[in-house]
């Protein structure tokens, strides 16, 4: 992969909205993604765009949310996807790439829960574009895999959670477990001064419900800090206490060994090191674009 592919990224478009992202954010992802393609320093950049396999469009759809709905006066989606479309609009009409391939070489990537809403209003213009999301919701054309709770080894807190009452699983893991037991702590929102990567640390299982939507960065928060996932149906929410007690130490011990040979393919690091999140990101848009067929072209 390293020795053939390559991305152009578009130009086009100014900061904060494109060609800068989050650093330093549980949503980071998309903005050291832009920064790395933009550097220079990446071995996957061109500066020509003939030399290119994919396009890479530097959208942060956090930073549209930032600077676009705050303060909230609505929550409707399509100020977000006019924003991503007029984008797509002026490169397509100043560059032949998006139009000879329908977009199918193209791919953009978001962290955020409102992503996958970006192709909603027009769904003949995104058909084959490349989508990198952390989603995985089956309506949105994921395809599930079991959901996860983290854990570590040697850790003072039993079971450890705290952020929004963001959808139905969280509402019902707080209706069980918020303020219920010492062992298990569970919080809406982390109380000062308390630190939230510190107790992700100290903590035996991380617990990773999904808000609104069925994904959740804690997942990736989870494999860096801790070792190994255990799946725990909704449904059973209120055994989660005697499910995670009745995991021996055999099984603990090598669950923890399964996962640390996946942990480096979540580690964050710049410059990008093979085999690290950067580095898998770009591997999903390799395959993805050796995998789909590029639309015949059409005659003007």
């Excluded at 640390?201 to 991380?206: G, I, V």
Aim: proline share 7%; glycine share 4%; hydrophobic share 35%.
């Amino acid at each position: 992969m390293e020795k053939r592919f390559r991305v152009w990224t578009y130009k086009e478009g100014e900061p904060p909205l494109f060609h800068k992202g989050p650093m330093a954010d549980i949503y980071c992802i998309e903005g050291h993604l832009i920064d790395e393609l933009e550097s220079g320093n990446s071995p996957f950049s061109v500066r020509h765009p003939d030399e290119a396999l994919a396009f890479f469009l530097p959208v942060s759809i956090l930073n549209i949310i930032v600077f676009v709905y705050r303060p909230y006066t609505n929550f409707f989606r399509s100020r977000l996807q006019n924003v991503v479309k007029d984008y797509i609009d002026t490169v397509s009409t100043k560059y032949p790439y998006w139009n000879r391939s329908s977009g199918a070489d193209h791919f953009l990537v978001s962290c955020h829960d409102w992503a996958p809403d970006v192709s909603a209003a027009h769904p003949d213009l995104y058909k084959h574009f490349i989508r990198v999301l952390c989603n995985a919701n089956s309506s949105e054309g994921f395809k599930p895999s079991e959901g996860c709770r983290e854990a570590s080894y040697n850790r003072s807190i039993f079971a450890f959670f705290a952020g929004g009452a963001h959808g139905y699983v969280r509402k019902q893991l707080f209706s069980f477990w918020k303020g219920k037991a010492d062992e298990i702590q569970v919080h809406e929102y982390l109380p000062k001064p308390l630190n939230y990567a510190q107790l992700m640390h100290q903590s035996k299982f991380c617990l990773c419900p999904s808000g609104h939507e069925v994904a959740s960065p804690r997942v990736v928060e989870s494999i860096v800090f801790s070792k190994f996932s255990v799946h725990i149906p909704v449904a059973k929410i209120p055994q989660l206490k005697k499910i995670l007690q009745g995991i021996s130490e055999d099984e603990y011990t090598e669950m923890q060994k399964q996962v640390l040979q996946v942990q480096r393919h979540f580690s964050l690091n710049r410059p990008a090191k093979p085999y690290d999140i950067l580095h898998m990101v770009m591997h999903s848009v390799w395959l993805r674009r050796l995998n789909r067929r590029l639309p015949p072209l059409h005659n003007a």
